[in-house]
């Protein structure tokens, strides 16, 4: 009984060419991570696109409180609009750039926001005389804006209808 387990004392430690993994573990290992970043790659997507709908509600809704905030300003007599305007701004650049109020520049947007759907700050546009379910604009002043992305959101209606 001594002499088996000096036996086993004095085997030779296993040499570096027989420790690693085996062929099998390996294939085991890389078979899990794909079929783990298979499920992960869907829920990065539908994050990346819930946070450009989250942009496009923000932009939106930047957009038409300046409209609002300009229309009120008319309303107040704070400044003279065209006749047939209803007291609407005729195009998104005088949001930005202003209009004149006892010698000061009164603006209502930094700039135009770039629509996230389509990369560009292109917004369609409707005016008070327009058809509400018109994707043409009247330029006779904007009454609304809208995206021009054909793209359907996560909860199945089209962008161009928020």
């Given at each position: 009984m001594r002499q088996a387990?000096?036996?086993?004392?004095?085997?030779?430690?296993?040499?570096r060419?027989?420790?690693?993994f085996t062929l099998i573990e390996l294939i085991v290992a890389t078979t899990i991570l794909i079929i783990l970043t298979g499920m992960a790659v869907p829920l990065?997507?539908?994050?990346?696109?819930?946070?450009?709908?989250?942009?496009?509600?923000?932009?939106?809704?930047?957009?038409?409180d300046a409209i609002d905030r300009y229309k009120d300003a008319a309303d107040r007599g704070s400044f003279q609009t065209k006749v047939d305007s209803n007291n609407y701004p005729p195009d998104l650049d005088t949001l930005v750039k202003g209009?004149?109020?006892?010698?000061?520049?009164?603006k209502f947007l930094r700039k135009?926001?770039?629509?996230?759907m389509t990369g560009k700050d292109e917004w369609g546009m409707r005016s008070m005389q327009d058809d509400p379910?018109?994707?043409?604009?009247?330029?006779?002043?904007?009454f609304d804006v809208y995206s021009k992305s054909q793209g359907t959101a996560l909860d199945g209606t089209k962008y161009k209808d928020w």
């Open positions: 387990i000096d036996m086993k004392a004095r085997r030779p430690a296993r040499r060419s027989e420790r690693g990065v997507q539908i994050s990346v696109k819930r946070e450009r709908e989250r942009e496009l509600r923000l932009a939106l809704w930047t957009l038409r209009v004149d109020v006892a010698g000061k520049k009164l135009v926001p770039i629509d996230p379910t018109s994707d043409s604009w009247g330029e006779q002043n904007v």
